[in-house]
């Protein structure tokens, strides 16, 4: 039986935040595919500029309300079982999530912002927004209430002082993402999620306990 086979990578920002600490691989299989998630402290080789562009199937001037619904849906659901008031959609922070993911460049361009990236070998993969957020909230069993380490991306999602959210997913073309033109992956999907106020604020033991509820 052929399996698609996807990687998702992910990570938070620690431009003016607390580096996540504890973050692990580790494996995942489902009935749909065999999935690797990597280190999301690592960020990936950047192939050359001259190699990205826009798809002219994409919109990068605005959000459908469909995917509103889908990225505020995926992050409220988790805030409203961890105590923390409801985002609302910043289409500002959102145009720059798809400014920056329209670059198909793996790191981080500001803090406050969750990234993830998914591969398939499947040619027009979906974009799957929910399992994007879902990576990121699953973390949250990793969370240290003491050292307030483990979980840097699932915090940032629930942080209490944050308020708005604007995100992106992008198709990247092949050979961008840190993979090499004509290798297996047809479907390069990049994630990208702007918050403000920023979370995961230092000194972790003076933001966190008020910020974060386990």
């Not at 889908?70 to 988790?78: C, K």
């Amino acid at each position: 039986m052929k399996l698609n086979i996807a990687i998702l990578l992910a990570a938070l920002a620690a431009t003016a935040s607390a580096s996540p600490a504890g973050d692990i691989s580790e494996v995942a299989v489902d009935a749909d595919a065999s999935e690797l998630l990597v280190d999301p402290r690592a960020e990936l080789p950047v192939a050359p500029r001259a190699s990205f562009f826009i798809d002219a199937r994409q919109d990068t001037n605005g959000t459908s309300q469909d995917e509103i619904d889908q990225w505020l849906t995926a992050h409220n659901d988790e805030r409203a079982q961890h105590g923390a008031v409801p985002l609302v959609w910043n289409q500002d922070l959102a145009d720059a999530a798809m400014s920056w993911a329209s670059g198909c460049v793996y790191k981080h361009n500001r803090g406050g912002q969750n990234i993830a990236a998914r591969y398939n070998t499947r040619a027009n993969f979906p974009r799957e927004i929910d399992r994007a957020v879902a990576q990121w909230n699953n973390e949250r069993g990793e969370y240290n209430a003491t050292t307030f380490k483990g979980a840097g991306h699932w915090t940032q999602v629930v942080w209490k002082h944050s308020r708005n959210l604007g995100c992106a997913a992008y198709s990247c073309p092949q050979g961008t993402l840190g993979k090499k033109p004509g290798d297996k992956w047809k479907s390069l999907w990049y994630y990208v999620c702007n918050y403000d106020p920023k979370g995961n604020v230092v000194p972790a033991s003076k933001y966190y306990p008020s910020n974060v509820q386990p």
